[in-house]
């Protein structure tokens, strides 16, 4: 149930990683000028190479000392970050973000602090040479150093307590310097910008793009000003984000959609944070209780939903939609578990050419003590979904029940065996794919009553298996076959959702 904090570090990547994000075209004459302070403060930053021709990346004007913003949820606050890029002595430069997000999530307060410091040629279009990812509180204290060395990537990863672990060499990042900032390097030229992001979670490379769209005129201290303004999209999050720049480089404010804004603030004011409270704030109130059959299997229920963008609105197995003349939508939730004419027996081909059989750095499926507890648990099992429900069992009996004691990794999980529903969902397709069955994640929201007595639907994360035909499996409530309360909208990771938060509503139970 931490979908909010797992979609705004998603977004997150966008703003204060490499690349950070997009922002706004200029017009001409706004150009001339950014193009003049550009060259003032080249001149003036101490270390700047001045052997060699330099990427736009250090032409373009920016805040010294870096730039502080608070990060609000729904107008709440919940975090802050701080980002700063500047020339190093060798010809490279430095690229620090920092984002420290902090909320109430159940009973517990979670803390989790993301740091990643990059270094590049500062030569136009100079590589990425090499970087280091630091996560801390929430999620589990991990490092990840990566440096560049001959024709591959080298990434060491050090955790409290454990041995460093060599990954396996990866193939060079085509991140560029112009892809540490993405957003100033489109306001100088005056253009579209386009390049690959490595992604400090999964160390995977997504393309991001950065369009610039006409300025604004808005409110600044008081005071009506125009504001360049620029759009970005990463291949990965797929959300657009709004940026605002004024003339002279300073970023002041930042929209993800209706749900997310950061705002540039002093540092002061920016690490001044409220206790807000996730659960509460960002679930869906119903009309009224599901009736009871919406918990058996098979079973279904009927929800009528506003603010439900056409994109997720898609028939499945699972989930049925009827639009309705008023705008809001019917979604029919259905449960029932796979036919036994479909089942396979293990090992199972992936019907998406193996995207859902991969190991990967936090799924770690090809790590020998989930692969020997897996199989510890299934033994000589062949069918799929016989061995899916063992494993999904085993998990709900064995993690203990903690909110406020995460882990982003599946072997971090299985030392600590202790988790919210992201931990009970990762160690199980962890241990899925490691038995030969595909395996995914689930985003969406699930039906509870907690201790307001309120009817809602809250934020969760469960499993989804392909034994044959895709079900659905909850191992942090022991279900077999997940209910029929429970209303996907996506995959984990996929930060299309957050814009749903604080907007979805259920207007009616049938």
Not at 119 to 130: F, Q
Not at 175 to 181: G, I, K, Q, S, Y
Not at 260 to 267: D, F, G, K, N
Not at 279 to 292: E, N, Y
Request: charged share 25%.
């Amino acid at each position: 149930m931490r979908r909010t904090r797992l979609g705004l570090l998603s977004l997150l990547a966008l703003l204060t990683g490499a690349p950070s994000p997009a922002w706004a075209q200029a017009p001409a004459a706004l150009k001339n000028q950014a193009k003049a302070a550009a060259a003032k403060a080249q001149a003036k930053t101490p270390g700047a190479p001045q052997t060699q021709e330099v990427s736009d990346v250090l032409k373009a004007p920016r805040p010294k000392g870096g730039e502080y913003f608070g990060l609000y949820l729904m107008d709440k606050k919940v975090g802050w970050f701080f980002t700063d890029l500047t020339a190093l002595p060798g010809n490279k430069v430095q690229s620090i973000n920092e984002l420290i997000f902090k909320a109430q999530v159940g009973t517990r307060v979670s803390e989790r602090v993301h740091r990643e410091v990059r270094v590049y040629e500062a030569k136009p279009g100079g590589k990425l040479l090499s970087f280091t990812v630091t996560q801390k509180g929430d999620g589990g204290d991990n490092e990840l150093v990566g440096t560049v060395t001959g024709d591959a990537l080298r990434v060491v990863r050090k955790r409290p307590g454990q041995p460093d672990e060599v990954l396996k060499p990866l193939p060079l990042p085509k991140e560029t310097v112009e892809d540490a900032d993405q957003a100033r390097v489109a306001l100088l030229r005056g253009q579209k910008v386009e390049g690959v992001a490595l992604d400090g979670t999964d160390l995977e490379g997504y393309r991001t793009v950065t369009t610039v769209e006409a300025p604004e005129e808005q409110m600044l201290g008081g005071v009506k000003v125009k504001l360049s303004r620029v759009s970005t999209l990463s291949d990965k999050e797929k959300v657009p984000v709004a940026a605002f720049l004024t003339t002279d480089g300073k970023m002041v404010r930042v929209d993800f959609g209706q749900t997310m804004q950061a705002r540039a603030e002093s540092e002061t004011v920016a690490k001044r944070l409220d206790l807000v409270e996730v659960f509460g704030l960002t679930r869906v109130v119903l009309p009224q209780p599901l009736p009871a059959k919406a918990r058996e299997v098979p079973g279904q229920v009927k929800l009528v939903m506003k603010n439900l963008p056409e994109k997720f609105q898609q028939d499945t197995y699972r989930q049925k939609y009827k639009r309705l003349p008023d705008g809001r939508v019917e979604v029919t939730l259905m449960a029932a578990p796979p036919s036994p004419k479909g089942r396979l027996p293990r090992p199972v081909a992936d019907p998406d050419k193996g995207e859902n059989l991969k190991s990967t750095l936090a799924v770690e499926a090809d790590a020998p003590a989930i692969k020997a507890q897996a199989k510890s648990i299934i033994r000589e099992e062949k069918d799929a979904y016989t061995a899916a429900r063992m494993l999904s069992a085993w998990v709900y009996s064995n993690l203990q029940k903690d909110y406020g004691a995460s882990a982003d990794r599946a072997t971090d999980v299985l030392r600590q065996k202790k988790g919210d529903c992201t931990e009970h969902s990762l160690l199980t397709v962890a241990m899925l794919r490691a038995s030969g069955i595909p395996a995914r994640r689930v985003d969406g929201v699930i039906y509870m009553v907690n201790s307001d007595g309120v009817p809602a639907l809250y934020w969760h994360e469960w499993v989804e298996a392909y034994v044959g035909e895709w079900t659905q499996l909850d191992p942090t409530f022991n279900q077999p076959v997940a209910d029929a309360t429970h209303f996907y909208v996506g995959y984990e990771g996929n930060a299309e959702i957050t814009p749903l938060i604080g907007a979805l509503q259920v207007t009616d139970v049938k």
